[in-house]
């Protein structure tokens, strides 16, 4: 059995498949970690700082099983994979997943796939080593953006905490603050892949979308509004949005760059500040929880 993560990997996404792999083999079962894409600045510097091998990289099913972590999506995970191969979903996502017989699966409305995990270690009695305990901090701390993205619940706080202990990290917030400087630096990333950056499909019915997100200290991305909005332009398609979300972690404010139906987002951001191809939204930093939910419910009316 491989462990896969979606597709354009975050932090979470590898590491939930590097420690479900392990507590796999731990159970009995034969597993592997294995990854949808290439790893990020922030991901590699987590797997440097704590000793840890990347994923293989998974271009086909090669007669394998897989056991899905972070998503549960068809359009996020393997192309072509079939269904009868999916085994296992480990997961803090809603369910979209189905499948024509029963399998395991565990999803938890937490901020981390890895503190869902790291649920499960405990049951089973899994020691975790102090490497694997500083990993899987790194993924908590990314994802709930250092515990500011209201997905974030107290748990992940009480998680991160133990995880910590394990780590020997004595400052969580200062921590986190170092893993998130490492993806935040875009001065010499070329536009195509900021905005190709955690790029998710969305299938809302009756309109398409691709919602992208980088995360940054401060607010010199939108200097380059222009060519950012043409590689969305480009990589568009037949989509009927393209949003780029850029997140200030400092202002707790979301930047929504978009190519596409103006009207969906004003209609599903009332109280945005728009301009033209673009809007701020206050008190914004969760995709999952206040952009695709917005978007949905506004796109299946």
């Not at 080593?129 to 748990?155: C, H, R, W, Y």
């Not at 103006?262 to 209609?267: D, H, R, S, T, W």
């Not at 952009?291 to 009316?301: D, H, M, R, Y």
């Amino acid at each position: 059995m491989i462990v896969i993560g979606h597709k354009n990997p975050d932090t979470d996404s590898i590491i939930s498949s590097i420690a479900y792999a392990k507590l796999c083999n731990f159970l009995g079962k034969t597993a592997e970690a294995g990854r949808l894409g290439e790893i990020n600045p922030e991901t590699q510097f987590v797997l440097d700082k704590f000793g840890l091998a990347a994923p293989i990289v998974v271009n086909g099913m090669n007669g394998n099983t897989f056991a899905l972590v972070d998503h549960n999506s068809f359009e996020e995970t393997l192309p072509g994979i079939d269904e009868t191969k999916i085994v296992e979903v480990v997961d803090h996502h809603k369910i979209t997943l189905k499948t024509s017989n029963p399998i395991f699966i565990h999803i938890e409305p937490l901020g981390s796939t890895c503190s869902v995990i790291y649920k499960i270690m405990k049951q089973n009695n899994f020691s975790i080593d102090s490497n694997l305990a500083g990993a899987m901090l790194s993924a908590i701390l990314s994802d709930t953006v250092i515990f500011k993205s209201p997905t974030s619940t107290q748990e992940d706080k009480s998680i991160a905490e133990e995880l910590a202990k394990i780590a020997n990290i004595e400052n969580i917030v200062s921590f986190g603050v170092e893993i998130k400087k490492k993806k935040a630096d875009f001065s010499k990333t070329p536009a195509s892949e900021i905005v190709a950056t955690d790029a998710k499909d969305f299938d809302f019915c009756k309109k398409k979308a691709i919602v992208a997100q980088v995360e940054v200290f401060d607010w010199a991305l939108k200097e380059r509004k222009k060519e950012l909005l043409e590689a969305m332009k480009e990589k568009k398609g037949n989509m009927d949005i393209y949003a780029l979300m850029i997140t200030n972690i400092m202002t707790e404010e979301t930047y929504l760059l978009f190519e596409g139906d103006e009207q969906i987002l004003k209609n599903a951001f009332p109280n945005g500040k728009f301009e033209e191809n673009a809007a701020l939204l206050e008190k914004t930093m969760s995709r999952k929880k206040q952009i695709i939910p917005s978007l949905q419910k506004v796109c299946e009316i």
